[in-house]
């Protein structure tokens, strides 16, 4: 997987109750990524970002933030969590923006009760 | 609005047969179309991907057509194999933009 691992990555937590995510990269990629998969959905991407403390939305970011302090550090915070956010979490990173291949992690399956 | 549409949603092949799946784009602006292979419990990984300036890339047993005009393109699996058995995911995305946009994804199963 790239250098690239995610933590936790299976985890149960009730409706209301914060979430963090961490993704850790070893291979000093510029950019970072946080998608969600969903079945009949594919991937949909929550939040980017593009260096240290530099972050952007993505297409489904409502209800989530993120924060980038180091290159290899980028942590995906679900304020409050909600059923609806439970899904498989991807974290990706990349050299070039768009027309460059992204690795992906495993992934952490989270389950919102 | 899903900008990527990818069909079928699930295919079964027999071994040695063609496997093809297909996705249509919606903007026009887009100008990479990669495709990712994801197996149970694992994160996607990069398959094969394309720039809309060449009609078709081959890699071993592995094809993407595209037709810019139809802003469609497909992959061929050639002589499938059991280890072929993955979800199959096109992409497409925009130079300098880092929105990449998914199909739903494929489920193959290539049967012995």
């Known amino acids: 997987d790239a250098g690239i691992t995610q933590s936790p990555r299976h985890k149960v937590t009730e409706t209301g109750t914060p979430v963090t995510l961490r993704c850790h990269q070893t291979?000093?990629?510029?950019?970072m990524y946080w998608y969600r998969q969903d079945p009949g959905h594919g991937l949909r991407l929550i939040h980017y970002?593009?260096?240290?403390?530099?972050?952007d939305k993505g297409e489904v970011s409502d209800g989530y933030s993120v924060s980038r302090s180091k290159t290899e550090d980028f942590l995906l915070t679900l304020e409050s969590a909600t059923s609806s956010q439970t899904s498989v979490y991807f974290c990706?990173?990349?050299?070039?923006?768009?027309?460059?291949?992204?690795?992906f992690g495993p992934g952490t399956r989270l389950l919102v009760l | 609005q899903q900008q990527v549409k990818q069909s079928p949603q699930s295919l079964i092949v027999q071994k040695g047969g063609i496997s093809i799946i297909n996705c249509a784009y919606e903007?026009?602006?887009?100008?990479?179309f990669p495709w990712y292979q994801q197996f149970p419990g694992k994160g996607p990984a990069l398959l094969i991907a394309?720039?809309?300036?060449?009609s078709e890339k081959k890699e071993g047993r592995f094809t993407i057509s595209f037709n810019k005009s139809a802003k469609q393109f497909s992959l061929h699996i050639m002589d499938s194999q059991p280890g072929d058995s993955a979800t199959y995911f096109c992409?497409?995305?925009?130079?300098?933009?880092?929105?990449?946009?998914f199909g739903a994804g494929t489920r193959l199963t290539v049967k012995p």
């Open positions: 291979e000093n990629h510029r950019y």
């Open positions: 903007n026009t602006a887009f100008d990479y």
């Open positions: 394309i720039r809309p300036d060449v």
């Open positions: 970002s593009y260096g240290v403390k530099d972050t």
């Open positions: 992409a497409a995305s925009i130079l300098n933009n880092n929105d990449m946009r």
């Open positions: 990706a990173i990349s050299r070039l923006a768009g027309v460059e291949t992204q690795y």
